[in-house]
């Protein structure tokens, strides 16, 4: 193949590539790595990436400067045009982003960050996976915002209430032919007790892929408290080696509940200072 034959093939590529004329349920799966490596510059960010960075002004946004988002506000009013604008905190995360930095460099960053969230993307990866939430009201709530975020349906706070009367699992399907569920149970302490059911029981229902657990801010003593941990990761535990012998990754996440912040209803917009807000 001489020069001009290349050049013609890879134009004619591009022009597929752009105007999405591939079928993506036909094309086999390295090609799709090839199609989704190609969509970014850089490679995605993991985990240890993403601690590293600041909160600053999304470029859309009509307030100020990206610099005064690295200070704490002490006032009523949310900073912008208005100053008799109250400060509203629904609207909050559509003021601002979290930039991914390099330790060496701030203002520059190795690897690409999804700002928002990609319902495409999360399909395609966690393709015939099985999502199982358990935990509090909040971890409700990251339920019922992942399930509006792939499905763009909404969970009741009716039909959370009715399943923790009942005592039964809410379970979604999302994602179209890619066929991902989400489970949520309701469980405050780990353990059984009033509606809260038992987390060997809740295993025994289904066989998640994934598991996302939190005791939630309930208080409980602290000798009960660490006897429930203990035996919940037991059976995560035990889980996790029936995943193994089935070649299955079945990452677990434990979500924390973030302290009580002093006086938080006088910071406006979020804070990089750390050593100041700890």
Known sequence: MNKLERICLLAIIFFFVRYNFFFINNIPKASMEMERNTTFKKELCNRLDIRHG????????????????????YAQNIVG?????????????????WQVAERENENDSSCEFQQEFNSELFCDLM???VILFIGDSITWEMYASL????DGSNVTKIVH???????????????????????????KHLMEEGTSVAIENILKETFPTMIVLNTGAHYQPNNSYHDNIDHALDLIGSWQEMCQNRNLPCPFFWRTTPPGIFNCKNFVRPVNNITMME
């Open 127 to 129: 393709k015939n996976s």
């Open 54 to 73: 600041k909160w600053v002004h999304k470029l859309n946004s009509k307030n100020v400067s990206a610099e005064a988002a690295t200070m704490p506000m």
């Open 161 to 187: 209430n009715r399943a923790i009367q009942r005592k039964i699992a809410i379970v979604v399907n999302v994602c179209g032919n890619n066929h991902v569920t989400l489970i949520y149970r309701w469980n």
């Open 147 to 150: 399930v509006h975020l792939t």
């Open 81 to 97: 045009a208005n100053i008799n604008q109250k400060y509203d905190a629904c609207n909050a995360p559509n003021l601002y982003q």
